[in-house]
């Protein structure tokens, strides 16, 4: 019975317990009414659960359309770029549309920029102008610069880097007259003062880029001016803003790689480029701007110039530090710099010093005179032969080539010219003088060659009838002179069949010559000859 009992006991007891398992579970029959209730109670929860996340689910689409509303991209922005006429600004901003070549304009250029959020898929247009270099376009800025638009415009003032001595006076011009046609605007004290107030603040409350950055970079910050209240703002400096004009400014230098130019054509060292950069950020210290050192023939920092501007109007993600390394590729972002960080300029100067006038030390190189050769073209062939023709004819017919002998010939064939005297064609039983027989030097060719035969004849009589002659040697000839008669006076070797011929054809010239004296020339000398036979 005690087991009876004790199995009794242990069937009770799982008995129990299948019954308290089963109110757990819901399927006891002794506690059938509750669980409907329960289950009722179960169903109407789940019901209003879905309606609370039907609404929430609704809430958050409206909260998010709304927050878009919001955060879509404002139009009206204006960039407004001034700087003297060849500094690059049209060239500056076509660059950065993606266009190579672009017309400059005149007066007043109007252009735009292209801005695309694709985190939200939403795209506007950056107006932007372009003011002439010539100060006497400047009344058109009333066309980009309204008093209702100031508070949304930027100003660029656009320095050329290859021409560092305008520099400064380029940046001072072009600010006064900024400042000049706000003042003309007639813009009430408390907004002006209130744009001037927004522009200390952006720039005290600038931070370095480091670890600070947003998760999403690619998420533009719509946040409010309030949720930066509580951040810790730090004094300006002494020389920082004290010429706020109310709007953001931005100074870019064009035309950075002119730099290694000025190095090897004007001797500018390294302590001359940091003189330039000292001066320049003192003066964007003054306007609280920002600089850029760009160039748009290596395409260096045009990227870096875009993003700055659609960061300051649009508030997209800017994460890039300042660069003051790099002398032809300077960025220094508005809030950055200060007198200190300047000063590290100054410790390189060796032959410079921090307060040298800026015109002083950066002067206007001296001009070259190029002295530009003049090209030689070569005329046209038949032009150049016409000209020849022409001057040939021009000329006598001696000049032009062979002289033309007009002179009388003797039958053997021989020239004869007025010049030459009986002299130097009569043998004589003497040898001719030296001086008696001189060739003029300007005596042309062919009387010259007359010359030396004649003298070649006379040497070879004068050898044959200077040897020892025969008895029959003088008066051997018929009627002539005393030259005649020397002439027969031939040596008894001159009898020889080879030579008889010549020696008589020489003898009838000289009979020949002696019979017609007349034919003489007046002026011809006398030899020496011929007197001792007259």
Not at 60 to 68: A, H, K, M, N
Not at 82 to 102: F, M
Not at 136 to 159: C, R
Not at 214 to 221: F, H, K, T, V
Request: aromatic share 6%.
């Amino acid at each position: 019975m005690a087991a009876a009992a004790a199995g009794g006991r242990r069937a009770s007891s799982f008995g129990s317990s299948s019954s308290g398992l089963g109110s757990v579970a819901g399927f006891s029959s002794s506690s059938s009414a509750p669980t409907a209730a329960t289950n009722k109670n179960n169903e109407e929860l789940r019901a209003g659960g879905d309606e609370d996340d039907g609404q929430n689910l609704w809430s958050c689409i409206l909260s998010e359309v709304s927050t878009r509303s919001r955060s879509k991209l404002p139009s009206g922005k204006n960039v407004l770029l001034l700087g003297e006429d060849g500094a690059g600004k049209t060239s500056l901003i076509g660059k950065i549309q993606g266009i190579e070549e672009y017309k400059k304009g005149r007066g007043m250029e109007y252009l735009y920029l292209n801005v695309h959020d694709e985190d939200r898929d939403d795209q506007t247009r950056c107006n932007v102008w372009i003011l002439d270099g010539d100060l006497y376009h400047k009344g058109l800025l009333k066309f980009a610069m309204e008093a209702s638009s100031l508070k949304d415009t930027l100003i660029m003032l656009v320095v050329d880097m290859s021409r560092p001595w305008t520099a400064l006076d380029s940046l001072q011009k072009w600010a006064s007259v900024v400042r000049e046609h706000i003042d003309k605007l007639k813009i009430p004290p408390e907004e002006i003062k209130e744009m001037e107030q927004k522009l200390i603040r952006d720039f005290q409350e600038y931070i370095e880029p480091g670890e600070d950055f947003p998760a999403s970079p690619q998420r533009r910050n719509t946040s409010l001016q309030e949720d930066k209240d509580d951040s810790v703002i730090l004094p300006l400096g002494a020389d920082t803003l004290t010429c706020n004009l109310g709007i953001p400014v931005v100074v870019v230098c064009t035309k950075c790689d002119a730099i290694s130019v000025l190095e090897k054509e004007h001797d500018y060292r390294d302590e001359h480029f940091d003189f330039i950069q000292s001066h320049i950020r003192r003066f964007c210290l003054q306007y609280g701007a920002a600089l850029i050192y760009t160039s748009v023939k290596e395409n260096k920092n045009i990227d870096l110039v875009y993003k700055y501007i659609v960061q300051k109007f649009y508030g997209f993600p800017f994460n890039v530090p300042a660069v003051v390394v790099e002398k032809d590729a300077v960025f220094i972002p508005s809030g950055w710099d200060n007198d200190k960080k300047i000063g590290i300029l100054h410790e390189n100067f060796q032959t410079l010093k921090a307060d040298d006038n800026f015109e002083d030390i950066i002067t206007k190189p001296p001009v070259r005179k190029f002295v530009h050769e003049k090209e030689i073209v070569a005329e046209d062939d038949q032009v150049f032969l016409m000209k020849q023709q022409s001057q040939l004819a021009k000329q006598p017919p001696t000049a032009a080539g062979r002289p033309v002998d007009a002179s009388p010939r003797v039958p053997g064939g021989s020239p004869r010219t007025p010049n030459r005297s009986i002299a130097s064609n009569v043998a004589s039983v003497t040898p001719i003088p030296t001086g008696s027989k001189k060739i003029d030097p300007n005596m042309k060719a062919g009387a010259t060659s007359e010359g030396v035969l004649a003298n070649f004849f006379n040497s070879l009589l004068s050898k044959k009838t200077g040897s020892p002659g025969g008895p029959g040697g003088v008066g051997g000839s018929q009627g002539g002179s005393g030259t005649g008669g020397a002439g027969s006076n031939l040596p008894p070797s001159a009898k020889k069949s080879g030579q008889k011929p010549v020696l008589t054809d020489v003898q009838a010239e000289l009979d020949r010559i002696s019979r017609k004296p007349e034919m003489t020339s007046p002026t011809a000398p006398t030899s020496p000859t011929e007197s001792e036979a007259s």
